[in-house]
């Protein structure tokens, strides 16, 4: 079956950095989504992995290990607005997203 | 570019009438749009799948006579539901594929119905 697994919950420091983990068991790979959702809102796009490494992209960045099935997102210099959940999604061949639960992000200051 | 509008924003209807939800690609063709309904504090979860000119593809354990979906063209899609009840109520979010090399998914703001 196709499973992907994230931590419920995190919470973290304002200007600290926080590492959310994703782990996933597919079959087949078209890559690896990030996204952010704010409370009452839809989600926005913050990343796309397909070859394995690390992708910077200003304070985030996203890792990919195909052959660990493993993804995370590393988010640097924690502001308040970062307070959110982040979900970690897989395609299918059909093109359906395959999400997890997400990660719901605490940040104080 | 890749902007997804939905509308309306937010809605209240009684129980018993129908409501329906627009979905829009702005700027791009969408092949492909999915449906997506979202209770409190719970993840996404697909409803359906619709392409242009061809009848959705509902998940399981969705009704496809409440959720009627019309994929009329390359850029719009619509849900309507049907004599809507209150456990209806959620936030149903759409998103829109290109058909592009990506598989990026854009979404759609979503719309928040109340049923009263």
Partial sequence: GQNIDQPTEMTATEGAIVQINCTYQTSGFNGLFWYQQHAGEAPTFLSYNVLDGLEEKGRFSSFLSRSKGYSYLLLKELQMKDSASYLCAVPDSNYQLIWGAGTKLIIKP | ?116
């Fill in chain 2, 1 to 116: 570019g890749a902007v997804v509008s939905q509308h309306p924003s937010w809605v209240i209807c009684k129980s018993g009438t129908s409501v329906k939800i627009e979905c829009r690609s702005l700027d791009f063709q969408a092949t492909t749009m999915f449906w997506y309904r979202q209770f409190p504090k719970q993840s996404l979860m697909l409803m359906a799948t619709s392409n242009e000119g061809s009848k959705a593809t509902y998940e399981q354990g969705v009704e496809k006579d409440k959720f009627l979906i019309n994929h009329a063209s390359l850029t719009l899609s619509t849900l309507t539901v049907t004599s809507a009840h209150p456990e209806d109520s959620s936030f149903y979010i759409c998103s829109a594929y290109s058909g592009e090399s990506s598989y990026e998914q854009y979404f759609g703001p979503g719309t928040r119905l109340t049923v009263t």
